[in-house]
């Protein structure tokens, strides 16, 4: 028989959404099916998926919490008098923050009910390429067919569960934004992004945090030197753009372990969490307490209660993203896949978005036009900012030889750090062209205030 709806989407992010919504635009029947799975420590929110609800947007909300608290100290040397001290209240911005993402939930059920798009509260697996089942939190069973589906879940925090007590008594970032009452001295582990986005906020907002790292920072952005010498490059470790984010964030109070970690985790009479790690460098093992402990060690594709198997949907096993190919389609012609969850994409919510949106297009719009992944901007709201475009030193030299790599490169002081007399000794900017006549710009790594606005400039040039 005819299938229900002209368009399903699995997964109610920014991605999904974006698709859905652009779907409906052409008069075309469409559902969204989403469903958030608790945390280990029993957190849950709203629809909007990762982005809204434990990602960009708190995150940033968070992070402008501990830049007012930058600017507090500013704002004396300007002429404002500020009584001392000045005193952070979690309860209070958390608060804020978390009724500012429920009003995003809210408004994204109401623009599905105005776009006249169905909403499943529901989590769904496949029983046939073109049928999902849904179940609802009180185990009620709904069956949903359609012509075309998109499987847009995204990813969940993992967790080290080869190490003791991590399940048991640690978090991730899921958990961190919608804590209550402040998480106290805090220990984020491992060095991915969002640890030391965590971090930073953190320590901006005055709490003791320790940061726990086995190798180099920010794993995946550029690491080189700008130091040539006889046509090659010299990889020292000096003034690598990621090591100039941890240096300021460790001038300004964060700590760092460095090539340490963790091996247990066990809780104390206090409610103390006490962590043990060994310290490779000076092969001991060392303990120390702690309020909170916060894992970041990657996310894992959301696909294993999808039953992809059963819709014939390939996988990488190795990841367990999903394959596509340059129109979002997966090894079924009529299933696609957006965002997060698939093999080879940026994790990023604009590129979700606008995936989304070209998809539904394609499918409804009588458009060909295809997502474009190349230069896609990208920023990491540390303290001190980092935003990037394009290939990092190390990627262009291996894609052109270095012997036709040209880098541009400079440290700065941003007027606004000038009368606060703040140190700019880690704000940087580089510039990796092709050696050619036009000195095409093959990328550009800022750090500095503001670098999430900086680059998205940058980004049009390098289009």
Known sequence: GKNEYDLLVVGGGSGGLACAKEAAQFGRKVAVLDYVEPSPKGTTWGLGGTCVNVGCIPKKLMHQASLLGSALKDAQHYGWNISQPVHHDWSVMAQAVQNYVKSLNWGHRVQLQDKKVKY??????????????????????????????????GGRPKYPTHIAGALEYGITSDD?????????????????????ECAGFLTGIGLDTTVMMRSI?????????????????????????????????????????KRCLPTKVEKLKSNRLQVT???????????????????????????????????????????????????EATSVPHIYAIGDITEGRPELTPTAIAA????????????????????????????????????????????????????????????EFTVAERDATQC????????????????????GPNAGEVIQGFALGIK
């Not at 769904?124 to 849904?134: A, I, N, Y």
């Not at 990796?432 to 093959?442: D, F, G, K, P, S």
């Open 176 to 196: 961190l934004f919608w804590l209550k009452e402040s998480p106290g001295k805090t220990l984020p582990s491992f060095i991915l992004y969002v640890s030391l």
């Open 356 to 415: 989304g949106k070209l998809l539904a297009q394609r499918l409804f719009g009588q458009s060909s036009e295809l997502m474009d992944y190349d230069n896609v901007p990208t920023t990491v709201f540390t303290p001190l900012e980092y935003g990037c475009v394009g290939l990092s030193e190390e990627a262009a030299v291996q894609c052109h030889g270095s012997d036709n790599i040209e880098v541009y490169h400079a440290y700065y002081k941003p007027l």
């Open 120 to 153: 499943f509260n529901m989590k769904g697996s496949f029983s046939d390429p073109h049928t999902v089942r849904g179940l609802t939190k009180a185990g009620k069973e709904t069956v949903v067919t359609a012509d075309n589906i998109v499987i847009a879940t």
């Open 428 to 447: 940087y900017i580089k510039m990796v062209c092709l050696r050619e006549r036009e000195q095409r710009i093959l990328g550009l790594h800022f750090i």
């Open 277 to 327: 790690w060994k310290n490779a460098d000076l092969n001991t093992e060392e303990t120390d307490s702690f309020d909170t402990v916060m894992w970041a060690v990657g996310r894992a594709p959301d696909t294993k209660t999808l039953n992809l198997e059963t819709a014939g949907v390939k996988i990488n096993s190795e990841t367990g993203k999903i394959i596509v190919d340059a129109s």
């Open 217 to 257: 920072p920010l794993r995946g952005f550029d690491q080189a030197s700008h130091i040539y010498k006889h046509k090659q490059i010299c990889f020292t470790t000096q003034q690598q753009m990621a090591s100039l984010v941890t240096e300021h964030m460790e001038s300004y109070g964060t700590k760092f372990l």
